[in-house]
């Protein structure tokens, strides 16, 4: 029996198919999950997947917390549920509290679209197992509000535990505190980034590269090993 994984769509969500394709693409089973779900068809992990939620109203992500889906996502992620939010998922994720701090507008003040270099952090997290920490990577990212803020306290927790998971590289496209670019929660099953590995899974599209399809892996590998 192979692992099935959730993929939410709210209104005005974007990556949803993409991602469901990079699970399959890893060998999971991709389930889909409507903002208005409360059940989660009993999966064994959920990806809050890049789009804009809500138009992004009010600030992005901050609306999408609310939804039917995300009660019954933020009490499974708290007991232990794996959980990916992949840029507006991550920025769901931080409106949520399921992972410290917050998202604000590029500081340029302008949308970005580039091939991103990154440096693996953390490679013992529920998602990045099969990277190994120090590994660099390239995967496409795309948005508006991918500032990544925290107060000094949270900051220095997030270095000094290790949950900075993903730091930019080269440049830092958007002003992010310390070069962050995805992080983790202490249990290591919560995980957020702006950078979009969903994009870059198959050697014939996007960068040409698979430096993504290692997210959907390890979460793989996870469930099937558990
Ligand atoms: N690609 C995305 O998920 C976009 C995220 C978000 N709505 C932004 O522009 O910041």
């Known amino acids: 029996m192979t692992a099935r994984i959730g993929v939410v769509t ?12 990079a699970i399959r693409v890893a060998g999971a089973e991709p389930v889909a999950l409507w903002h208005k779900d409360k059940d989660l068809k009993q999966v064994d992990a959920v ?40 840029c507006n998922g991550f920025q769901i994720l931080t409106e949520a509290h399921l992972l410290p701090g917050a ?9 970005i679209c580039r091939d991103q270099k990154l440096r693996v952090e953390n490679a013992d997290t529920a998602w990045t197992a099969d990277y190994t920490a120090g590994q660099e ?16 306290r949270t900051l220095d927790e997030l270095e000094a535990e290790g949950r900075v998971a993903f730091r930019y590289l080269d440049v830092n496209p958007n002003g992010s505190l310390n070069d962050i670019a995805g992080i983790t929660n202490a249990a290591g099953n919560v995980v957020g980034l702006m950078p979009h590995p969903e994009h870059a ?15 959907f892996t390890s979460i793989l590998k996870k469930l099937v090993n558990a």
């Open 47 to 86: 990806v809050l997947c890049g789009g804009f939620s809500y138009g992004d109203y009010l600030r992005a992500g901050a609306i999408a917390r609310f939804s039917p889906v995300m009660d019954t996502v933020i009490e499974q992620a708290r007991a232990g549920l794996p959980v990916l939010g992949i």
């Open 137 to 152: 990577i390239h995967i496409p990212l795309k948005n508006m509000d991918g500032r990544y803020v925290a107060d000094r």
């Open 10 to 21: 709210f209104p005005g969500s974007l990556d949803d198919r993409d991602t469901r394709r």
């Open 103 to 111: 998202m604000l507008g590029n500081d340029h003040l302008h949308f």
């Open 201 to 215: 899974v198959e050697p014939l599209i996007g960068t040409g590269r698979t430096d993504g399809l290692p997210f």
